[in-house]
């Protein structure tokens, strides 16, 4: 990726990615990877543990989550905030999981991990090409269930578009995805403040930080994340999160990297998100997967739209099912091969393929990789020097 650095102006959607998706750019292939796999540590350091204590928190901490969850960026970035999430609404059980009743001195029953901000270390802003700072925000971890007991009633935008919402009055939202967005809960530790206000303050700070260099915005997410990750981007402009007071820097762009996201909102807020200059979003969507359907009425696609298809790749079990048409690897997987207009699968960027089995069974059964084959050592378990066993699945908050 040694052009990032000139290009990523291009690369971060300054022209919309026109001219880049079909062919696919080979640096934007690789940049979009980049990204996606901010994400995919979401889930790969998620506890879904229900009967640890610490259910619904990160394995780990600021300094091992990227290394941990093996992200090629990860001596680029470093982690400065852990953010949490809650609702104020019933949800399913894919947005927010919770330690068994059962058990005692658990961290939290309000609120789960729901991703982090990340920013360019020193050393990385001359291979970036700027201080770059992101937001990864974690999908839903169960079955996609959720499609349909979700509540998709529309509620106003107003929260998120700052002074754009006088002037697109009928922009609404799903009302469950901004729930959990904004929803704070005073019984709650961790969120005495809402996501977004987590996010916001600490994209304040860093910006504050490093208001006099050039800087990026990128916001990434895969599923409930990608909803999340739009509603974010779209904040960050609105409320001018981008363009710190007193910087001898002009605004930043803000970029949302999505995968597989559900319709966020109706015409109104697409028009709204547009009308935003420093505010650009590139879509993954994956050909037969249902997510990004959702809901079919009353809602439409923001983002420019980067079509791919995994059913095209001769490494992949076909037809694939609900489950590997929407997941993350496969998405990489599909980025790292598509070929658009032109058909077929050629892998142009060197992903290793036994990565689609980490968290479900997609590979043919020709290659030698298990499926769901990522799993904590021993589920966390460690032995001690007596001989005991102890659940040892948490680090920091």
Same mark, same amino acid.
């Given at each position: $990726?040694?052009?990032?650095?000139?290009?990523?102006?291009?690369?971060?959607?300054?022209?919309?990615?026109?001219?880049?998706?079909?062919?696919?750019?080979?640096?934007?292939?690789?940049?979009?990877?980049?990204?996606?796999?901010?994400?995919?540590?979401?889930?790969?350091?998620?506890?879904?543990?229900?009967?640890?204590?610490?259910?619904?928190?990160?394995?780990?901490?600021?300094?091992?989550?990227?290394?941990?969850?093996?992200?090629?960026?990860?001596?680029?970035?470093?982690?400065?905030?852990?953010?949490?999430?809650?609702?104020?609404?019933?949800?399913? &059980?894919? !947005?927010?999981?919770?330690?068994?009743?059962?058990?005692?001195?658990?961290?939290?029953?309000?609120?789960?991990?729901?991703?982090?901000?990340?920013?360019?270390?020193?050393?990385?802003?001359?291979?970036? *090409?700027?201080?770059?700072?992101?937001?990864?925000?974690?999908?839903?971890?169960?079955?996609?269930?959720?499609?349909?007991?979700?509540?998709?009633?529309?509620?106003?935008?107003?929260?998120?578009?700052?002074?754009?919402?006088?002037?697109?009055?009928?922009?609404?939202?799903?009302?469950?995805?901004?729930?959990?967005?904004?929803?704070?809960?005073?019984?709650?530790?961790?969120?005495?403040?809402?996501?977004?206000?987590?996010?916001?303050?600490?994209?304040?700070?860093?910006?504050?930080?490093?208001?006099?260099?050039?800087?990026?915005?990128?916001?990434?997410?895969?599923?409930?994340?990608?909803?999340?990750?739009?509603?974010?981007?779209?904040?960050?402009?609105?409320?001018?999160?981008?363009?710190?007071?007193?910087?001898?820097?002009?605004?930043?762009?803000?970029?949302? $990297?999505?995968?597989?996201?559900?319709?966020? *909102?109706?015409?109104?807020?697409?028009?709204?998100?547009?009308?935003?200059?420093?505010?650009?979003?590139?879509?993954?969507?994956?050909?037969?997967?249902?997510?990004?359907?959702?809901?079919?009425?009353?809602?439409?696609?923001?983002?420019?739209?980067?079509?791919?298809?995994?059913?095209?790749?001769?490494?992949?079990?076909?037809?694939?099912?609900?489950?590997?048409?929407?997941?993350?690897?496969?998405?990489?997987?599909?980025?790292?091969?598509?070929? *658009?207009?032109?058909?077929?699968?050629?892998? &142009?960027?060197?992903?290793?393929?036994?990565?689609?089995?980490?968290?479900?069974?997609?590979?043919?059964? &020709?290659?030698?990789?298990?499926?769901?084959?990522?799993?904590?050592?021993?589920?966390?378990?460690?032995?001690?020097?007596?001989?005991?066993?102890?659940?040892?699945? !948490?680090?920091?908050?």
């Amino acid at each position: $990726m040694a052009s990032i650095a000139q290009r990523w102006r291009e690369l971060h959607g300054e022209h919309s990615w026109d001219g880049l998706l079909d062919p696919l750019d080979l640096d934007l292939r690789k940049y979009i990877i980049s990204y996606g796999e901010f994400p995919q540590a979401t889930y790969d350091s998620f506890n879904t543990e229900k009967r640890s204590p610490h259910a619904g928190a990160c394995l780990y901490g600021y300094d091992n989550l990227l290394a941990s969850t093996h992200v090629a960026a990860a001596g680029d970035y470093a982690v400065t905030k852990f953010v949490y999430a809650t609702s104020a609404l019933p949800v399913p &059980e894919a !947005f927010l999981l919770l330690p068994l009743p059962e058990l005692e001195g658990v961290w939290c029953r309000e609120s789960n991990w729901i991703g982090y901000v990340a920013v360019a270390t020193d050393e990385a802003v001359a291979k970036l *090409g700027r201080r770059d700072i992101v937001v990864a925000w974690r999908g839903t971890i169960k079955s996609l269930e959720w499609v349909n007991d979700f509540d998709f009633t529309p509620v106003s935008a107003a929260p998120v578009l700052g002074s754009a919402a006088a002037e697109n009055p009928l922009a609404m939202v799903h009302r469950g995805f901004l729930s959990i967005y904004s929803s704070s809960n005073a019984d709650s530790k961790f969120n005495k403040t809402s996501a977004r206000d987590q996010v916001l303050e600490e994209l304040r700070r860093l910006m504050a930080l490093y208001k006099d260099e050039v800087t990026s915005i990128t916001i990434t997410g895969h599923s409930l994340g990608a909803a999340l990750a739009t509603l974010n981007a779209v904040d960050v402009a609105a409320n001018g999160v981008n363009a710190p007071s007193n910087s001898s820097q002009p605004p930043c762009p803000v970029t949302a $990297m999505v995968f597989a996201s559900p319709q966020v *909102g109706n015409h109104s807020f697409k028009s709204a998100f547009l009308s935003f200059g420093d505010l650009r979003a590139l879509h993954v969507k994956n050909a037969g997967d249902v997510v990004p359907l959702c809901p079919p009425v009353g809602y439409v696609d923001v983002a420019v739209q980067l079509p791919i298809n995994t059913g095209r790749s001769p490494y992949l079990r076909r037809p694939g099912n609900v489950a590997t048409l929407h997941d993350l690897e496969c998405y990489l997987h599909g980025v790292a091969g598509e070929q *658009g207009g032109a058909g077929g699968f050629k892998l &142009e960027v060197d992903r290793d393929v036994a990565l689609v089995n980490k968290i479900v069974d997609a590979l043919e059964d &020709e290659y030698p990789v298990p499926a769901r084959w990522w799993v904590s050592q021993n589920k966390c378990m460690v032995k001690g020097a007596d001989g005991h066993w102890t659940l040892k699945d !948490f680090e920091q908050i």
